[in-house]
């Protein structure tokens, strides 16, 4: 078995968390509406909702903090972070924005009109949500084996090529105003994308004169996944993977919250002069001024940081090492994950652990609901609550390919023995899977429904 890897740091400072009592729990679900994201943190024990923003700073972005520069315009803070932002990613331009969706809303806002087609490997959440509130249609060309669970292919989130240009030459390159690659590919598993699968759809995205886009949210456990796995890139450091990944790309945004370690932050970078003027007066307008861009002074000086060690080779060792060890485990105890692990989050397989639930009682939202009554757990549903959607035209319920719980582990936060528990609730659900129930939709919001969603359990 592959040990856990010691932490490359040691704690000093600690946050209580507690398990409350079984009756405590279903209690706090009810009044949730059975919605994980509607619990009071303090009611969770094992956060492993998600892995944005919930990582532990360090001391040296702690110390950054204090260094921090709130002058309204021109702060040396956002020279700091420019600074950064040009040795890993070269972009001509960028703006930091409060978050990935804002740099998304921005992006689709200017470039998105009705009937435009967006490709990627697969969009996630925000990004799909985006394009679809300003009239778009986010189009996934994600390679086929990304939905084969058990398959071991080193880099599944790679796009599919031939799929990416058919869907283009289909579509007409005139009505694709910009294209993606999502990397790491947070809703198909976590999984990397390799540099040449990267290079090619550049390629192909530049063969019809469309701009290209990386949603780079967590880059830097790509660019571990390159090294240790791509032939050819063992040598190489990370750094010089990203900046050779970037150069392949018109432009990219990022959730600073994942891959930067922050609690807060993200950007969005361009090439392109004529589109960073228009981008700059959309964020004045939403966010605020293009050396802040809704963010403190302090926040850009713990991003600047925090970009630098999210790319260290002994972190994402460390990193990367923590969630295989997990996955393993679940494995040895018969758990089916999406394999092999990816870089920030466990994958559970609902779809086939809870066979006896079709995708219309949501078996992702079952077993979630069910390893937080089980042992006060929280992980979220990446399935049909997330991404199922009436057809257009039919009205016909179009169902995802994957019903999965998705555990994700906040950087630098739990250690072995936390995780060592999920593992032991898994056991034990394991042994009554067949009594778990499925679920009824109460209340939905247009848009993003899984945040706010209310449930009912069928009993
Ligand atoms: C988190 C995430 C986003 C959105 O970022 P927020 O900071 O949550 O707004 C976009 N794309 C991917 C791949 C993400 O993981």
Redesign the pocket.
């Known amino acids: 078995m592959q040990p856990h890897p010691p932490e490359p740091f040691r704690i000093k400072m600690t946050e209580p968390i507690r398990l409350i009592s079984p009756q405590d729990r279903q209690e706090a679900m009810q009044k949730a509406g059975y919605n994980l994201f509607a619990l009071k943190a303090e009611d969770v024990y094992i956060d492993l909702l998600t892995d944005?923003?919930t990582g532990a700073m360090s001391q040296h972005q702690w110390a950054a903090i204090l260094e921090g520069d709130e002058s309204y315009a021109g702060a040396r803070s956002y020279y700091r972070l420019q600074q950064t932002m040009q040795e890993i990613f070269g972009f001509e331009y960028f703006v930091p924005t409060h978050?990935?969706?804002?740099a998304?809303n921005i992006l689709s806002s200017i470039l998105v009109k009705p009937g435009a087609i967006i490709p990627s490997n697969m969009h996630?959440d925000?990004?799909d949500a985006n394009i679809r509130a300003r009239g778009g249609d986010p189009e996934n060309c994600v390679i086929q084996e990304a939905f084969i669970a058990q398959s071991t292919n080193p880099f599944k989130g790679n796009m599919d090529i031939d799929k990416l240009e058919t869907l283009i030459q289909k579509t007409g390159p005139e009505n694709v105003p910009f294209g993606c690659i999502?990397i790491t590919n947070?809703?198909g598993g976590g999984q990397p994308v390799s540099l040449q699968n990267i290079r090619e759809t550049s390629q192909i995205y530049h063969k019809y004169h469309i701009p290209f886009f990386i949603?780079c949210?967590?880059y830097a456990e790509n660019c571990y996944f390159i090294k240790t796995r791509e032939p050819g890139y063992e040598k190489k450091s990370l750094l010089e993977i990203a900046n050779e990944i970037f150069q392949t790309a018109d432009g990219a945004?990022m959730?600073a919250?994942?891959d930067a370690i922050v609690n807060i932050g993200?950007f969005l970078a361009v090439r392109d002069a004529e589109l960073f003027q228009k981008i700059s007066n959309e964020l004045i307008l939403r966010e605020g001024f293009i050396t802040y861009g809704g963010l403190a002074g302090r926040d850009l000086d713990a991003m600047a940081v925090g970009l630098r060690e999210g790319l260290d080779d002994e972190y994402l060792a460390y990193r990367i090492g923590q969630t295989a060890y997990f996955g393993n485990r679940l494995l040895e105890n018969g758990i089916p994950i999406i394999e092999p692990a990816g870089g920030h989050a466990i994958y559970v397989d609902a779809g086939s652990f809870l066979a006896h639930i079709p995708h219309s009682e949501f078996p992702g939202q079952a077993l979630a609901a069910t390893l937080y009554l089980e042992g006060g757990i929280r992980g979220v549903e990446i399935g049909s609550v997330m991404f199922a959607h009436p057809d257009p035209q039919s009205g016909e319920m179009i169902y995802p390919q994957m019903e999965l719980v998705r555990l994700a582990l906040p950087r630098r936060v739990y250690t072995q023995s936390h995780l060592d528990y999920v593992v032991e609730i898994f056991k034990k659900v394991g042994q009554h899977r067949q009594d778990i129930h499925g679920y009824r939709i109460l209340y939905e919001p247009q848009f993003l429904r899984h945040f706010t969603a209310k449930f009912t359990p069928l009993a």
């Open positions: 944005s923003g978050q990935g969706r804002a998304e996630f925000t990004t999502t947070n809703a949603d949210c967590r945004f959730s919250k994942k993200g």
